[in-house]
């Protein structure tokens, strides 16, 4: 699959999750058969680009291609201005937010409330794609199917945005007005699909290698795009991959392979963090890792009391050990419990 000039090394893709998709996290998830990773938002307000949280979310250090940066605002020149930004420090695409319940930015919000003002969701789109032209960067766009249920303009704004020069679009089965309550539709994205040439991505409640070829059957996308679901399972891109090519279904990793995986991680987001904001911000990662385990409730509590990197490598190491003893592989994953924890950016 293409993103304009670009090649990408499969179709399925880890969603940007602002306060998990950090570097570390999208590396671990590309070795593990993620083709494509999109960074978290950064924020179209300059005054913000010189602190430490979006210089981390634009640390690119080390990362494979394509450098995609997904940036959030209400204002096009600003927009433009960020695109260039960030295309002056990396990104080989640029990704717009329509897509995210975002945050206010200047008093008005942004990501997938865009969707309700179209022309302004127009504007911000050409000027993006007008900046990003002279560096041939491609611009790409995750939106929802809509505002609300009786406002669903995904398949309309899909048109327009395809013919202001966007190049991929994203599209996540709910309105804004969900949220992240009931269930993903992909009828939307199967329309908007059917309404485009450019690639579209299928987004929502990925949760299973069967859900992925389902969503796959019902809107005929380009790609999948998988969140919430990939928390501490990264693996799920090469189980999910694996049953698309083959239709075989993949046995649970190895305990041990998972324990390497986890300690390696955390050794990468201290790295990125520092001690202090490394083993608080690990936490939750740890908590979605161990989610499934026996003993991951008193484990996940015992966590919050440990404040130093080392000694909560150390417990994470333990604890997998010790469950390597009484098991080979980790749980069958059915569907996904999806608790509130992972909405947690
Ligand atoms: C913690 C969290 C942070 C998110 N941050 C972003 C973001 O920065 N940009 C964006 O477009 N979507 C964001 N999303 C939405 C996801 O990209 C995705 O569209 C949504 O979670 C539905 O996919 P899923 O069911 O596979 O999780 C976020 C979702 C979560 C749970």
Redesign the pocket.
């Known amino acids: 699959m293409q993103i304009g000039h670009i090649s990408l090394a499969n179709t399925l893709f880890v969603?940007?999750?602002?306060?998990?998709?950090d570097r570390p996290f999208r590396q671990l998830c590309r070795t593990l058969g993620a083709g494509y990773a999109?960074s978290?938002?950064v924020t179209s307000r300059r005054d913000l680009w010189n602190t430490l949280k979006t210089s981390r979310r634009a640390n690119h250090d080390g990362e494979p291609g394509p450098i995609a940066v997904?940036i959030?605002g209400t204002d096009a020149q600003m927009m433009a201005e960020a695109a260039v930004y960030n295309v002056e420090r990396g990104a080989q695409i640029i990704?717009i937010?329509?897509?995210?319940p975002?945050k206010k930015v200047c008093n008005k919000w942004a990501?997938s409330a865009l969707m309700q003002d179209e022309p302004l969701a127009l504007e911000i789109a050409e000027a993006v794609v007008a900046a990003c032209a002279p560096h041939r960067v491609p611009v790409t766009l995750?939106m929802?199917t809509g505002w609300c249920q009786a406002h669903k303009n995904a398949v309309a704004l899909a048109r327009r945005f395809e013919a202001a020069g966007v190049q991929m679009l994203?599209v996540?089965g709910?309105t804004r007005e969900q949220g992240?309550r009931g269930e993903?539709e992909y009828d939307t994205v199967a329309a908007v699909k059917a309404a485009v040439r450019i690639p579209v991505v299928a987004?929502?409640?990925?949760?299973t290698p069967l859900k992925a070829r389902e969503v796959l059957a019902a809107t005929g996308a380009d790609a999948l795009?998988?969140?919430?679901?990939?928390?501490g399972r990264p693996w799920i891109f090469r189980e999910i991959g694996h049953f698309l090519a083959t239709g075989e279904t993949l046995a649970p990793p190895l305990v041990a392979e998972v324990r390497r995986l986890l300690l390696d991680h955390l050794l990468e987001h201290y790295a990125l963090y520092g001690d202090f904001t490394g083993v608080r911000s690990a936490r939750k990662h740890i908590g979605w890792y161990v989610h499934t385990l026996p003993g991951a409730a008193e484990f996940r509590s015992r966590m919050n009391t440990i404040e130093d990197s080392q000694l909560q490598w150390q417990a994470v190491s333990d604890f997998f050990e010790e469950l390597a003893v009484s098991t080979d592989r980790m749980p069958a994953q059915t569907a996904l419990a999806?608790d509130e924890s992972?909405?947690?950016?």
Do not use: F, S, W
């Open positions: 969603a940007p999750m602002a306060g998990v998709t999109v978290e938002m997904q959030a990704d937010n329509m897509g995210c975002a990501g995750k929802r994203a996540h709910r992240y993903a987004n929502g409640d990925i949760t795009m998988v969140g919430r679901a990939a928390q999806q992972a909405l947690a950016g």
